[in-house]
């Protein structure tokens, strides 16, 4: 079984601020863990995920994400926010590949400010 | 990368009517497709998972006699709301998981009205 947890359904930043989006999860077995963002009326994009290699992953836009296991966490993080990054963001979790079903958080939605 | 196109991205249709959406992943096989509703402002509800070949399993509460899903190849999924009504108006996403990668690829989405 696995969950995901999401800290914070909305997270308001400054241009320029730095993006912190916080997730935990709970997994029976090491997970699979992804962040995808969602512009509105739009489908998921793959932002990042960690298949158990290393545990600082870099995505596509900047963003970036640390696997702590002790922590159990996910948390996404971009240095400098821009306005472009105004988007809903999602974490999920998954056992495996395949026809695993991944678990998604209830989403983050980051507002940037100018 | 995997690229699954659905189409169309919007629809509007009479209540009573049946709408098909289509998802086709582009340039990989995707032996295991999911059919997602999301609700304005919250995450995705699974509706169903299908397996190329075989009989969809569908979540609880999702009726199977209202969301016919059809996945007859490796690149094609079809979700076909039957007999419509205003309360199926959402959004239906699919999603597609590369067997030899880790990731889920989305569509782009279905804005479904029904009037």
């Known amino acids: 079984a696995q969950s995901v947890t999401q800290l914070g359904s909305h997270v308001s930043v400054s241009e320029g601020a730095l993006v912190l989006l916080r997730c935990n999860y709970s997994s029976s077995v090491p997970p699979y863990l992804f962040w995808y963002v969602q512009y509105p009326n739009q489908g998921l994009q793959l932002l990042l995920k960690?298949?158990?290699?290393?545990?600082l992953v870099k995505g596509i836009n900047g963003f970036e994400a640390e696997f702590k296991k002790s922590e159990t966490s996910f948390h996404l993080t971009k240095p400098s926010a821009h306005m472009s990054d105004a988007a809903e963001y999602f974490c999920?979790?998954?056992?495996?590949?395949?026809?695993?079903?991944?678990?998604f958080g209830r989403g983050t939605s980051l507002i940037v400010h100018p | 990368g995997a690229v699954v196109s659905q189409h169309p991205s919007w629809v509007i249709c009479k209540s009573g009517t049946s709408v098909k959406i289509e998802c086709r992943s582009l340039d990989f096989q995707a032996t295991t497709m999911f059919w997602y509703r999301q609700f304005p402002k919250q995450s995705l509800m699974l509706m169903a998972t299908s397996n190329e070949g075989s009989k969809a399993t569908y979540e609880q509460g999702v009726e199977k006699d209202k969301f016919l899903i059809n996945h007859a190849s490796l690149t094609l999924s079809t979700l076909t709301v039957t007999s419509a009504h205003p309360e199926d108006s959402s959004f239906y996403i699919c999603?597609?998981?590369?067997?030899?990668?880790?990731?889920?690829?989305f569509g782009s989405g279905t804005r479904l009205t029904v009037v």
């Open positions: 999920a979790v998954s056992l495996g590949r395949g026809s695993y079903i991944p678990t």
């Open positions: 960690y298949t158990s290699a290393a545990t």
């Open positions: 999603s597609a998981n590369d067997r030899d990668d880790y990731g889920y690829t």
